[in-house]
Every structure is written in structure tokens, then in C-alpha cells.
Nanobody
């Protein structure tokens, strides 16, 4: 069993930056594909970015360049650096883990989920 706990969300203004963190339990964190998703009110869950154990990354459409995913396996922690935030980035951001070692943008491919952290960007 893997537990994921997100932190770092908050209320910011357009143009600001935020760094989200996801702390994972378990000794096999380094072998998981880790990802960030987000869900805005009334919308489907949207893929943000994923990273595998050797650092290969995969970004959602139009997010690469403003968002950067990273991980520190020794700390069992996943990060999402978000720059130049826009009001349309407002959502609950979720951390997810996949035991199969293939990058994926499909929420149904992920085995474990955190509770989410709210990010609100005001204009």
C-alpha cells in the first residue's frame, strides 16, 4: 500500500509561482511512475505531468514550459514547480503513483492517489 500526501497549494495571483510537493510512503517509491493531475470544478481530471524512475518526463498538452515535474527518490518526494500561473490553472491538484513502469496520461492507469491540494489563481 502506498500513501500519498500533497502540500503546497494556496491562493496566488496570476503570474505567481507555486511548488507542490507529494510525500509518499513505502520503500519502492523510486520504482513507481509518479504523476500530477488536476481537476477544476465541473471538469474531468486532467493530466499535468509524469516522471519515471530514471527521470524521463511526459507533459500534458501546453503545460510544458510553465510546469516542471521532478522527484527526489531518497526523500520519497515528488514536486511540481508551476510558474506564470493563470486563472485557468485553478484546480485541485492530485499526486498519483503507478506501479507499472510506463509513463501514461490516463488516470485509470494509476494505482494510488493522494487527497489533493487546492490551487487558486486570482486575476
Amino acid at each position: 500500500q502506498v500513501q500519498l500526501v500533497e502540500s503546497g497549494g494556496g491562493l496566488v495571483q496570476a503570474g505567481d509561482s507555486l511548488r507542490l510537493s507529494c510525500a509518499a510512503s513505502g520503500r519502492t517509491f523510486s520504482t513507481y511512475v509518479m504523476a500530477w493531475f488536476r481537476q477544476a470544478p465541473g471538469k474531468e481530471r486532467e493530466f499535468v505531468a509524469a516522471m519515471n524512475w530514471i527521470g524521463a518526463t511526459y507533459y500534458g498538452h501546453s503545460l510544458k514550459g510553465r510546469f516542471t515535474i521532478s522527484r527526489v527518490n531518497a526523500r520519497n518526494t515528488l514536486y511540481l514547480q508551476m510558474n506564470s500561473l493563470k486563472p485557468e490553472d485553478t484546480a485541485v491538484y492530485y499526486c498519483a503513483a503507478r506501479t507499472k513502469q510506463i509513463l501514461s496520461a490516463a488516470p485509470t492507469d494509476y494505482d494510488y492517489w493522494g487527497q489533493g491540494t487546492q490551487v487558486t489563481v486570482s486575476s
